[in-house]
């Protein structure tokens, strides 16, 4: 493995990230329960997550908003826009795949 420095590696990470958000706001026909049911996390949860750090590091930040960070607009206007109703197919796959609580 390449040695990076912390500086490098952050930077790295950063930019993965942004791409990731870039390829889900393009791919507005791949549904958040899709993502779920291949890899165990969708959009939502990527905000969630966004969201939680920043709490972490003491910057206030509500779900609407690192919703909008990761949707590129509110989150009411992209599920207006993009959001289909999921299939039977799709809701009993959910229920297989979903985390256990």
Known sequence: M???SKEQQTEFE???FRRLVRHLRERT???NIDLM??????RNCLS???RDAANEAGVPLDKEASREI???MPYEEWRARYQREATDAQKAAFE???PKE
Do not use: E, H, K, P
Not at 37 to 42: E, R, S
């Open 2 to 4: 390449t040695d990076l």
């Open 14 to 16: 950063a930019a993965a």
């Open 29 to 31: 026909d791949v549904q």
């Open 37 to 42: 049911n291949l890899a165990g996390f969708c």
């Open 48 to 50: 969630n997550w966004y």
């Open 70 to 72: 990761v949707y590129g």
């Open 96 to 98: 297989i795949s979903r």
